[in-house]
């Protein structure tokens, strides 16, 4: 009701106690929705059209914005006001400065402020389309013995009016036109409240509510205790909105990995079947034809006739070879997806944490202070995000790792003569880069962590040793035809390691 053209009227009467006859100093505006006014008598009114609402704001004098200002409406500073006065029945008040007019609207999205002089509107505020003319008409009430009919020909009358009217037998009466003045004169004298509506956001009205916060006579305090509350109010609601909705996507994404990490590991986690699988195998070796990708054998362990699925290019012998080498390997494979089954947890646990405590503050400072910190952490994860590689730090050489096929082709165009490259010898994985431009003495153990890198970030992560190449990046080379990622090395050396254990 802050904006119904019953409270601006009562407004305009207030303006008129605190302008009336005195001298514009100052109008300036911060922003494309705020606009101050000073006046010389010391009067500051800060004008606030905050979503589709307008706020009238009574800031102390020594607030007065000084700096990154636009001064507006020039031609009228300077000028008394000779007349302040509400629509009648209508969402604006107007000031009159002279042979100008300052037309303040309250229309929910077209609100805005336009400067009329002579009918011809000069400059505006706000106003996306403002009108090239503008005269301003008095509307009058359409009287009518039906409440629904007079609610509908009269838009600004609120529903508690409605209720108000027909308990005082307003539609059944002949005197109608009488009655009504008897009504706004009642209804301009009653206190102004401030109350909490279902969803926890303010009102301003003249019917308060059994969630009554203050009570008001004077007008002006009401406006301006309204003003802050409602937009204090509709900021937290919507940052905490917006947090509690980013935290639920992080959370959803974090959920379905947690499912997809446990239902691997449950995959995996029985080793004896890779066994038991190569068993089946070297007992038929006779059976199984070259180049096969599968094979239907016997499985005496299950007592029924299973598929295995082969590498072509391995013999039946080496095919067993491998599935023995997995078993062994599956340990380690379970060993690695618990740790990032155990780090999601945790960062599930943690999110949801913070959920339940941004839900339960009312404090905004805190949840800038959050929702910064998340900024801060995007901004670092997109940064990182943007670069072609990974970065580790030992022993105070830099170590930079692929991201992707494409990103090991930018990566090779950022190799100095004086690195070391590394790749997992006869597997897909990432390009590594020793960084070595100051042409230190490499130490074995930083060449072995380097080399645990490519190991780790290749098909071979899961081995207990691994077989990696490096060189120097003069005899690693694309060539025509090649794929993203794909080189020819000319000279190469190779070293065992264990791939890198990443911590959780």
């Known amino acids: 009701m802050h904006n119904n053209a019953f409270i601006l009227s009562r407004y305009a009467e207030f303006l008129n106690k605190h302008c009336l006859d005195h001298t514009l100093l100052e109008c300036v505006s911060t922003s494309p929705t705020d606009i101050h006014l000073r006046f010389e008598n010391g009067f500051y009114l800060s004008i606030r059209f905050y979503k589709q609402h307008t706020f009238f704001i009574l800031p102390e004098v020594s607030h007065f914005p000084k700096k990154n200002v636009l001064v507006q ?91 108000d009217l027909t308990q005082s037998a307003f539609f059944s009466a002949d005197n109608q036109s009488q009655l009504w003045q008897s009504f706004i004169d009642k209804l301009s004298s009653k206190p102004i409240a401030i109350c909490k509506s279902s969803d926890d956001a303010c009102t301003l009205t003249v019917y308060p509510t059994e969630s009554t916060l203050t009570q008001y006579t004077d007008i002006g305090d009401a406006m301006h205790d309204f003003g802050k509350l409602y937009m204090g109010h509709d900021r937290l609601s919507s940052l905490k909105s917006n947090l509690i909705s980013q935290i639920n996507k992080e959370l959803k994404k974090l959920n379905a990995r947690r499912t997809k990490i446990a239902k691997h590991i449950d995959k995996i986690a029985n080793g004896d079947t890779l066994k038991q699988q190569a068993d089946v195998i070297m007992a038929n070796l006779h059976a199984i034809p070259p180049k096969a990708k599968s094979v239907e054998l016997f499985d005496f362990y299950q007592n029924k006739t299973v598929t295995i699925p082969l590498k072509e290019n391995l013999t039946a012998q080496k095919n067993a070879e491998r ?75 830099e170590i930079w790792v692929g991201k992707s096929a494409k990103h090991n082709d930018a990566l090779l165009k950022l190799a100095h003569k004086n690195d070391l490259w590394f790749h997992a010898r006869g597997v897909a994985g990432s390009h590594v880069l020793l960084k070595n431009v100051e042409q230190k003495t490499v130490s074995t153990d930083v060449l072995e962590y380097a080399a645990s890198l490519a190991a780790r970030y290749s098909k071979n992560q899961h081995e207990s040793l691994a077989a990696v190449i490096y060189t120097s990046p003069k005899y690693v080379r694309k060539f025509k035809g090649a794929l993203p990622g794909q080189v020819r090395v000319d000279r190469e050396e190779v070293v065992l390691v264990a791939p890198f254990d990443i911590k959780s």
Not at 360 to 385: C, I
Not at 388 to 394: E, K, L, V
């Open 73 to 163: 409406f020039k031609s009228i500073v300077g000028k008394t006001i000779d007349n302040i006065k509400g629509y009648a029945y209508d969402r604006g008040i107007a000031l009159t400065f002279g042979d100008q007019s300052l037309h303040i609207q309250c229309f929910g999205r077209r609100s805005g402020i336009l400067l009329v002089q002579n009918n011809t509107v000069t400059d505006h505020f706000k106003t996306l389309q403002p009108p090239a003319t503008f005269t301003y008409e008095d509307k009058k009430i359409s009287f009518k013995s039906s409440p629904t009919d007079f609610k509908q020909d009269n838009p600004l009358v609120t529903d508690e009016m409605i209720s």
């Open 323 to 397: 599935f023995y080498q997995k078993s062994k390997n599956v340990h380690v494979e379970i060993k690695h997806n618990k740790k990032l089954l155990s780090g999601v947890n945790n960062q599930i646990e943690n999110l949801s944490a913070d959920k339940k405590s941004i839900e339960e503050t009312d404090d905004f400072r805190k949840l800038q202070a959050y929702n910064k910190g998340q900024s801060k952490k995007e901004a670092v994860k997109k940064s990182n995000h943007q670069l072609p590689y990974r970065s580790y730090a030992f022993k105070g050489f």
